[in-house]
């Protein structure tokens, strides 16, 4: 929480006057100073959660930093915890480790299953953090009618959590369509947020609809995909988040925008980004590290990640190493490489050494599940055919609408294919990189599926499924035998969650996600190699994607893209309809 109690603490004047010890001396510091563009040298006196001072003090103990750049602690504008796989606290070790001190979360996907429950949930489980959780409310659940969700909030079902001091306003709003038509339902969230901050989500959006959508109150924007397309919004007054995860990585595009003149309206954040990717990267850190490298200057680079996104978000007492902010720090050997040495949360040392030193938390998510999240109408093999249309027959193939998965993009593309028939059904076609898909509602058994075909994943045979797909997170199961995608869809059921590849009728490898379908219990290293072993058994039955589980979490994502499939049917995105699978 931000406040400025520190303004009427004596014991913080007396330290920064000298009249005191502080109780702690970061020595021998090379201090980022991100408002005055400069490295400031000297020990930085921190008294309980807040900085004291540069320059020279005494202090109850001491920590020699050799001569290391002290940064305000990072900060993540806009994440998906969910996305990571990881439970809440154990995200935050993971981060914690990576120089992060605060995140700004939607938890956007827990709220699409689990209604408000998702959401409290979140705010309940930031408690165990060694970070700051702040919360935006998820604005739009379901994302689209065109797909079944778990729960629905409005206004007033989100009205609530406003008084809660980690709830910072209002996140995403994907319903762009319902902002620029001024529909009512859609404006009243917006005005719910009273005067607090509301991000934006306009992929694509320009010209008139764009005025219309800023308009409305619309502060922010984080799927920019080009140069030209932040450049309007930047012009329209929006702030532009540079988005780095894991399936869209929008750095190298943008950066080229940023200038001294106009740096105060760019923030960095990651959206979503799996645990294996946190590891192995970082998070804030690994975007400096990738800015600098690309030209930005370091201390722009720092300020991106610190102090533009505390000062959007409004919270005036961290995102920057200056006497009365919070002592939120990420100490680093260099500002090329930016390996973080030491991370210190509310003065206090929260890693060191690229390693989270406070003990695991998971043990409290255990104890306070949620419920179950998986509830599915018995699925049989006779659920994933598809029945020919009438007078189709293999020596008179009907045409079919068919979906294209991108790497490292959560778009899509379409084509019109020739159909393979076989016993009067519509099959796969491993030769023409024909995959079956399915997506099955999962949240209150209703037993509706949508079928449909997918080009990309170039599968040589079995099936692989997911109860995370976004922003519904039905479960969604690609494959080349009906009878693998069956049994992959089973066990998944059987896990209440997860991720699970099947080969020749059996299961070859799983990841289970019992926290509402969505993210593990247990430990990041242990996910991350789950996650490592799964994605080699998917390569092993031939797919060419990078991240294939990612790739396939956003095929039933219907507010983006061309042509994606939901438990209602195939979709056309760009004209927001259900339309049928078969084009004649």
Known sequence: MSDNSHRTDPSLVDVAAGRRPADLLLKNARVVGVISGEIIEGDLALQGERIAGIGSYQAKRAIDLAGGFVCPGFIDAHVHIESSMLAVPEFARVVAAHGTTAVVADPHEFANVMGAEGISFVLRSAKHAPIDIFVMLSS????SPLESAGAELSAEDLDPFMGNPWV?????????????????????KIAMARQRVVDGHAPGVTGRELSAYVSAGIMSD?????????AEKLRNGLFIMIREGSQTRNLEALLPLVTPMNAEHFMFCTDDK??????EE????????????????PILAVRLGTYNTARYFGLRDRGA??????????????????????????????AEGSRCIIAPQLEAERRAPLRSSIDVHWIEQKDFVIPAPAGAAEAAPPRIHVIHVLENRIDTERSVETARVRDGCLVADPARDLAKMVVIE?????????????????????????????????????????EDMLTAAVRLVKLRGGLVVASAGQVVAEVPLPIAGLVSDEPADIAAEKLRAISRAAWELGCLLEQPFMALAFLSLSVIGKLKLTN?????????????????
């Open 140 to 143: 739009c659940v379901p994302a």
């Open 168 to 188: 910072l306003g209002l996140a995403e709003m994907m319903n762009y369509p319902g902002v620029i038509a001024g529909r009512a339902d859609v404006l009243a």
């Open 222 to 230: 984080h799927e920019c995909v080009t140069a030209t397309e932040a």
């Open 274 to 279: 799996d645990v294996r990717d946190l590891l």
């Open 282 to 297: 970082g998070q804030i850190d690994f975007m400096m590290r990738k800015a600098v490298r690309r030209g930005l200057d």
């Open 321 to 350: 190493v200056v006497p009365g902010y919070r002592a939120d720090l990420a100490v680093v050997d260099n500002l090329t490489d930016f390996n973080v040495t030491h991370t210190f949360h509310r003065g206090q040392l929260v």
């Open 442 to 482: 999962r949240h209150r058994a209703s037993g509706e599926i949508g079928r449909g075909f997918v080009k990309g994943f170039q599968l040589r045979g079995g099936a692989i499924a997911s109860s995370v797909a976004h922003d519904a997170h039905n479960i969604i199961v690609v494959g080349m035998s009906d």
């Open 568 to 584: 209602l049917g195939l979709i056309d995105v760009e004209r927001f309809e259900v339309i049928p699978l078969c084009v004649d």
